[in-house]
């Protein structure tokens, strides 16, 4: 074995993926989740290896992991608008006793400790592409304010650790993520468009679609995650595709890659939205030797197709 990993939020859409990449690598695998966002469907095929073991267990209440670990991987959190506003309080529980717990848990057994933050530590930014150095415009009292604080005090949280306590610890900033295993409702914009062109029904863009986001393929993102945990630097680093394009854009992307015929509705966007994202990845660049290598039509129709194979999710 190459080693053992805990990975927190582990039956969630990213987090799913990295287990996958871990046991891949001869990893154990020790996956927590409560399934409040995660969905059990999504590591179901990894339950037959010999080096997997899922766990239900909510972070807020405890972590107990019996043996060594190498590495913790925090990865817990609603991570959508429509989950982190219909359940507040636990975003920003997860966010901070979550933290606490998984902190713990690394400082207990000697473990490097790797964060998974959010460009929305940035909040609707001031300054255009975003570096690590940018201390971002967030609403602490807005709407999205209790992801964004919660990923922000997770950040502190995980520093203090480091200087007090002399923990391993990574940060990583992570931005707009897409592929296979997104939750079709869980309101972000490309499983909400994919789902809507399969169905014929109209594509809801949010404002003019104007305001803009840089979408990283799922695969590239578990890389870049894989590197910084491999790595001995404490970040924060941003991990996304700097490719920018609009909103509409991508609504009309999605509607060409799926031949549908479906019309765009507009409808008010949300407080807060963010204007633009887009990540400065040069420390990544430098730091990891890492960039996004799936072009974002090839991971979207990569994405579509996964739809398709599901349609009782559609």
Known sequence: MAGRAVVTGGAG???????ERLLAEDYEVVCLD?????????????????????????VT????????????????????????????????????????HALGLAREKGARFV?????????????HPQPETYWGNVNPVGPRGVYDEAKR???????????????????VRIFNTFGPRLRPNDGRAIPTFVRQALRGEPLTVAGDGSQTRSICYVDDMVEGILRMAHSDHPGPMNLGNPHELSVLELAQWVRELTGSASDIH??????????????DIAQARDVLGWEPKVAVEDGLRRTIAWFRDHPELV
């Not at 409560?34 to 037959?48: M, Q």
């Not at 005090?153 to 940060?171: K, V």
């Open 13 to 19: 859409f990213i987090g799913s993926h990295l287990c």
């Open 34 to 58: 409560n399934f409040l966002t995660g969905r059990p469907d999504n590591v179901a095929h990894l339950i037959e290896q010999a080096g997997f073991r899922l766990v239900r267990c909510d």
């Open 61 to 100: 209440d405890y972590i107990h992991v019996v043996g060594p670990v190498d590495m913790v991987l925090h990865f817990a959190s609603p991570a959508s608008p429509i989950d982190y506003l219909q359940l507040p309080i636990h975003t920003l529980k997860v966010g901070s006793i979550g933290t606490l």
């Open 115 to 127: 964060l998974a933050s959010t460009s929305e530590a940035y909040g609707d930014p001031l300054v």
């Open 153 to 171: 005090f997770a950040e502190a949280l995980t520093m203090a650790y480091r200087s007090t306590h002399g923990l391993d610890t990574a940060i």
């Open 266 to 279: 507009f409808i008010p966007r949300p407080e807060d939205d963010p204007r633009v994202r887009q990540p």
